[in-house]
C-alpha cells in the first residue's frame, strides 16, 4: 500500500530543545516536501526536495531545516523550537517534481500535531 | 509567484442542496489545479486535478471542476451534498521551473463546508 508515514503524530515538546519528525514513503518517489497547517492561512510549504541531496526552500522555511540522504526518507528538524512554530505538520511525496506529468499524484502523510510550550 | 484565492471561508448548506466552492488563481503560465479535501483531525485527500485537455474535470465522491482560463478560477461543484461531505477543502496550484523540473505546491486558506441535515 502507497504510503506517506510521518512520525510522532503528536508531541509537546518545549522551547529550545531540538526535535526531529521523520517522514517515510515507500513510493520510490523523487519529491518530497513539509508543509504546516494553521488557521485561516492554509498549508504553506517550507521545504521541498527534488531528490537525493537536493533540497529547496518553499515559502516558510526559517528556523526549519531538512536533509534528503536517502530518497525515502526527508525528516523536518527543528533545531530550537519556539512556540510559532506550534502547528500541523504535514508531509508530501510525488513521483516526479514536474508538473504535469502523467500520474503525478501527491500523496499526504496523515499529519503531525506539534506543540511547543 | 503563485497565488491561490478562496473568498469563502465558511459556506453552511442543506443536505441535497447544490454546492459550489469557488478558487482562483494568480499565474502567469499554464497552472495545474486541484482539489483536496480535508475531514477535521485527518491528512489531506485529493479530489480531483487539472493538468491540460478537458477544462470539466470529474473527481471522486461525485465533485466536479471547471477551469476557466479567462476568469482564472477551477470552482469546485457537486450537485447533491451529503452530510457526510462536510469538511474543510483546499485549492492549490502547482507551478514552476518545469526546465529546471522543480515546483511549488500552493495552497488557498481553504473553505470550511457545513452540512444542515
Known amino acids: 500500500e502507497a504510503q506517506v508515514t510521518q512520525n510522532p503524530r503528536y508531541l509537546i515538546t518545549v522551547t529550545g530543545k531540538k526535535l526531529t519528525v521523520t517522514c517515510s514513503q515507500n513510493?520510490?518517489?523523487?519529491?518530497m516536501s513539509w508543509y504546516r497547517q494553521d488557521p485561516g492561512l492554509g498549508l504553506r510549504q517550507i521545504y521541498y526536495?527534488?531528490?537525493?541531496?537536493?533540497?529547496d526552500k518553499g515559502d516558510v522555511p526559517e528556523g526549519y531545516k531538512v536533509s534528503r540522504k536517502e530518497k525515502r526518507n526527508f525528516p523536518l528538524i527543528l533545531e530550537s523550537p519556539s512556540p510559532n512554530q506550534t502547528s500541523l505538520y504535514f508531509c508530501?511525496?510525488?513521483?516526479?517534481?514536474?508538473?504535469?506529468?502523467?500520474?503525478?499524484?501527491?500523496?499526504f502523510g496523515e499529519g503531525s500535531w506539534l506543540t511547543v510550550v | 509567484a503563485q497565488s491561490v484565492t478562496q473568498p469563502d471561508i465558511h459556506i453552511t448548506v442543506s443536505e441535497g442542496a447544490s454546492l459550489e466552492l469557488r478558487c482562483n488563481y494568480s499565474?502567469?503560465?499554464?497552472?495545474?489545479l486541484f482539489w483536496y479535501v480535508q475531514s477535521p483531525g485527518q491528512g489531506l485527500q485529493l479530489l480531483l486535478k487539472?493538468?491540460?485537455?478537458?477544462?470539466l474535470v470529474q473527481g471522486i465522491k461525485g465533485f466536479e471542476a471547471e477551469f476557466k482560463r479567462s476568469q482564472s478560477s477551477f470552482n469546485l461543484r457537486k450537485p447533491s451534498v451529503h452530510w457526510s461531505d462536510a469538511a474543510e477543502y483546499f485549492c492549490?496550484?502547482?507551478?514552476?521551473?518545469?526546465?529546471?523540473?522543480?515546483?511549488?505546491?500552493?495552497f488557498g486558506k481553504g473553505t470550511k463546508l457545513s452540512v444542515i441535515p
Open positions: 508530501a511525496s510525488s513521483r516526479w517534481g514536474l508538473q504535469g506529468a502523467a500520474g503525478n499524484t501527491i500523496y
Open positions: 513510493m520510490n518517489h523523487e519529491y
Open positions: 526536495s527534488m531528490n537525493v541531496e537536493v533540497t
Open positions: 499565474y502567469g503560465a499554464t497552472p495545474y
Open positions: 487539472y493538468f491540460s485537455g478537458d477544462t
Open positions: 492549490a496550484v502547482a507551478a514552476g521551473d518545469s526546465g529546471a523540473g522543480s515546483y511549488q505546491l500552493t
